[in-house]
């Protein structure tokens, strides 16, 4: 693996709107008629390995968090916080941000948004 590079703010940012696009991407191609929807899930996954791939020549990784309960020790902010209290046990229903990681050290946090233990 290659010296880490000097991480600036600006690619940490464009890293996070990539992913975020690529979100909305996908969504997107739900709702398309099937043979599209299938080139967008295509194009979708092809850019997700680019995304690691180049993210992995940083030494970074990117971390998401659906279904883990949220119980204050993991890394992203949760944007609902205040609609819960941690003995209600919520769960990370929805990353809105993902997690970036260098070495195991969080270097942006993310967001995420929470849900009832119940709800799916």
Do not use: C, I, K
């Amino acid at each position: 693996m290659s010296e880490p590079v000097e991480l600036n703010p600006a690619v940490l940012n464009l890293v996070v709107d990539h992913w975020r696009l690529l979100r909305l991407l996908e969504r997107v191609g739900d709702q398309l008629p099937h043979n599209a929807a299938a080139r967008v899930a295509g194009q979708v996954r092809f850019q997700e390995a680019r995304l690691a791939t180049l993210l992995g020549g940083m030494g970074l990784t990117l971390a998401t968090y659906e279904g883990r309960p949220f119980d204050g020790s993991l890394p992203p902010t949760a944007q609902n916080a205040d609609e819960f209290s941690l003995e209600l046990a919520p769960r990370v229903g929805q990353t809105l941000e993902p997690t970036l990681l260098r070495d195991g050290r969080v270097v942006h946090a993310g967001r995420v948004h929470l849900q009832a233990s119940g709800d799916t």
